[in-house]
């Protein structure tokens, strides 16, 4: 079945640092992807996302890369900083434009001053 | 206006008790949605409605009732729960179709049933 994982459940960078989250995704099926940020007591909040005809996006400090042959995501953050540190969950759309959208385990970025 | 909003932040609940929760947006988005969330796991679908007709129920138990009676308000009506019930629920609105899927989030209700 479908099933969106990552590989680390939390990670410690120095601030300044770059941070790189990854995530494995097991339905090749899946057309859309979103990375979101979770901070204490608050929703999910969307940080980038990509479309499955692409290999990598560019945001703001953060780069979404997409590997379609192994079925692997990663977020990069560049020079992370305090506010970063939240539970980031990649989040998997299945084909056909539907509104299903199965999360990841999420893993827990600490950024240490 | 980007922001989906819920209502109560907390809720305490018995199990015989009915309650409701109530989320609202004003982003002209017409699918709105329905997760759980429990402690350090992801959220899970529970419902979506999309121009107010619900569309995907993830065979969620009778005892929650979803109600969506215009396109800014979703409302989830609760009897009888159980306390594994207890979790964040979570409300998010979006585009209904089309190519990306961006969804806004609520803050959540966190509801503990006793």
């Known amino acids: 079945g479908e099933n969106v994982g990552l590989h680390l459940p939390t990670l410690s960078v120095q601030e300044g640092d770059n941070s790189i989250i990854n995530c494995a995704y097991s339905?090749?099926?899946?057309?859309?992807f979103i990375w979101y940020k979770q901070e204490s007591g608050k929703g999910p909040q969307f940080i980038i996302d990509?479309?499955?005809?692409?290999d990598k996006r560019q945001g703001q400090r953060v780069t979404v890369l997409l590997n379609k042959t192994v079925k692997h995501l990663s977020l990069q953050i560049a020079a992370t900083q305090p506010g970063d540190s939240a539970v980031y969950f990649c989040?998997?759309?299945?084909?056909?434009?539907?509104?299903?959208?199965?999360f990841g385990a999420g893993t827990r970025l600490f950024v240490k001053a | 206006d980007t922001e989906v909003t819920q209502t109560p932040k907390h809720l305490v609940m018995g199990m015989t008790n009915k309650k409701s929760l109530k989320c609202e947006q004003h982003?002209?988005?017409?699918?709105m949605y329905w997760y759980k969330q429990k402690a350090k796991k992801p959220p899970e679908l529970m419902f979506v409605?999309?121009?107010?007709?619900?569309?995907i129920n993830e065979s969620v138990p009778s005892r929650f009732s979803p109600e969506c009676p215009n396109s800014s308000l979703l409302n989830l009506h609760l009897h009888a729960l159980q306390p594994e019930d207890s979790a964040l629920y979570l409300c998010?609105?979006?585009?209904?179709?089309?190519?990306?899927?961006?969804?806004?989030f609520g803050p959540g209700t966190r509801l503990t049933v006793l």
């Open positions: 990509i479309r499955s005809n692409m």
């Open positions: 998010a609105s979006s585009q209904p179709t089309g190519a990306v899927n961006e969804q806004f």
């Open positions: 982003m002209g988005h017409r699918a």
């Open positions: 989040a998997e759309r299945g084909s056909g434009g539907g509104f299903k959208t199965i």
């Open positions: 339905n090749s099926a899946s057309d859309y």
């Open positions: 409605y999309s121009y107010e007709k619900l569309s």
